[in-house]
């Protein structure tokens, strides 16, 4: 996976392993959580000048979500944590999402995306949270603001959320 191909998930663990002296040797975690979120999506579309152009589509988005992922795996397993947990993305609300978001931001991308990183996730040996399912329930489906993100209700999501990784450690 090249650099332009990849999320802040990977920045933010290549920062903390900088600082902690790790690459190969490690560092310790009790309980590491990852996620990845709808905002890889953004991928398909963005015209920014570090993302490819034209944008990724299709198959070629998905591979390259799979480098990703990957290549986040590989740095997360540099951690020497007792449990580790992946939480999937959540679900997307087709039916109320902007019109300007509608080409990319779609569940049926979240879906995939999820099949991809569940199996990396599973593979490596990671508890795997369905935060998508938990977001379809009629209850938490009410929270949606526009399809995507949970502004009428994110306290309560998230909250709910947390008491499930409580469980799962």
Same mark, same amino acid.
């Not at 949270?129 to 938990?134: E, K, L, M, R, V």
């Given at each position: 996976t090249s650099p332009e191909h990849r999320t802040s998930q990977e920045h933010i663990f290549l920062e903390k392993l900088k600082r902690r002296g790790g690459g190969g040797g490690g560092t310790r975690e009790e309980v590491l959580v990852m996620n990845s979120g709808v905002h890889d999506l953004k991928l398909m579309v963005d015209r920014r000048p570090e993302v490819p152009d034209p944008p990724l589509e299709g198959e070629d988005f998905f591979k390259a979500m799979q480098g990703n992922y990957e290549f986040l795996f590989q740095l997360a397993n540099q951690f020497i944590a007792s449990k580790r947990i992946w939480v999937s993305t959540s679900a997307i609300l087709d039916e109320t999402v902007p019109e300007r978001f509608k080409g990319h931001t779609k569940d049926s991308n979240v879906v995939r995306l999820n099949q991809i990183s %569940?199996? *990396?996730a599973d593979k490596n040996g990671y508890?795997? *949270? %369905?935060?998508?399912?938990?977001?379809l329930t009629a209850e938490n489906a009410k929270l949606h603001s526009d399809g995507i993100h949970l502004k009428n209700g994110d306290k309560i999501y998230y909250k709910e959320l947390l008491e499930i990784l409580m469980l799962a450690i």
């Open positions: %569940d199996q *990396i508890t795997v *949270i %369905d935060a998508h399912s938990f977001g």
